[in-house]
Nanobody, 126 residues
Framework: QVQLIESGGGLVQAGGSLRLSCTASGLTLSSYKMGWFRQAPGKEREFVAAFSWSWSGLNTHDADSLKGRFTISRDTAKGTVYLQMNSLKPEDTAVYYC?????????????????WGQGTQVTVSS
């Protein structure tokens, strides 16, 4: 079965960086769309970044508010998707989730993903 395991979260000072990892098993990265979402306390889960597939190949999607600071990447051989987070701010504090799905639609929507990891906590201190 599909399993997603996130790692790399922790406590960091504002302005610092973290790289999150999502190791996937039971799927092939080239056959699934892979996304990162986050959920801050008292807020809804929101889209961060994703890879999807279309007739033209691999596509990258980023939340407009995070462009320039957060970058998604992947290592197909390792079955791992990464989220590089730079210039972190206290408002980036959240649980970060990795998600996967075989469909090519609803890339930025929670409802577009069937499989979720357990999440990894990121805390940014001011």
């Amino acid at each position: 079965q599909v399993q997603l395991i996130e790692s790399g979260g922790g406590l960091v000072q504002a302005g610092g960086s973290l790289r999150l990892s999502c190791t996937a098993s039971g799927l092939t990265l080239s056959s699934y769309k892979m996304g990162w979402f986050r959920q801050a306390p008292g807020k809804e889960r929101e889209f961060v970044a994703a890879f999807s597939w279309s007739w033209s190949g691999l596509n990258t999607h980023d939340a407009d508010s995070l462009k320039g600071r957060f970058t998604i990447s992947r290592d197909t051989a390792k079955g791992t998707v990464y989220l590089q987070m730079n210039s972190l701010k206290p408002e980036d504090t959240a649980v970060y989730y990795c998600a996967a799905d075989r469909s090519i639609t609803l890339v930025t929507s929670i409802s577009g993903y069937d499989y979720w990891g357990q999440g990894t906590q990121v805390t940014v201190s001011s």
